[in-house]
């Protein structure tokens, strides 16, 4: 089991390496206010292309918690 805890550890660590080198990296061509209101909606797009694969179920509480946060985020964008 600790190879096994080890192997997934690695792969997570490298996705997570990468997902935090292209949002630092896309923080030269944009501000750090439209970075944070792309990133927190992208639960929108995980949400669809997941079920578009057949990876994620479609559920009424999956789309209604997406779409507060897409609001949240709209609200939060409307303060600034």
Not at 4 to 25: E, H, Q, R
Request: charged share 5%; proline share 1%.
């Amino acid at each position: 089991p600790l190879v096994a805890v080890a192997a997934i550890g690695c792969k997570l660590g490298f996705a997570w390496f990468l997902a935090n080198v292209t949002y630092n990296g896309s923080l030269t061509l944009t501000t750090v206010a439209s970075n944070s209101i792309l990133s927190s909606t992208s639960g929108l797009f995980t949400l669809a292309f997941g079920a578009y694969l057949g990876i994620e179920k479609y559920s009424h509480q999956k789309l209604l918690a997406v779409v507060l946060i897409v609001v949240g985020v709209f609200l939060i964008g409307l303060s600034d």
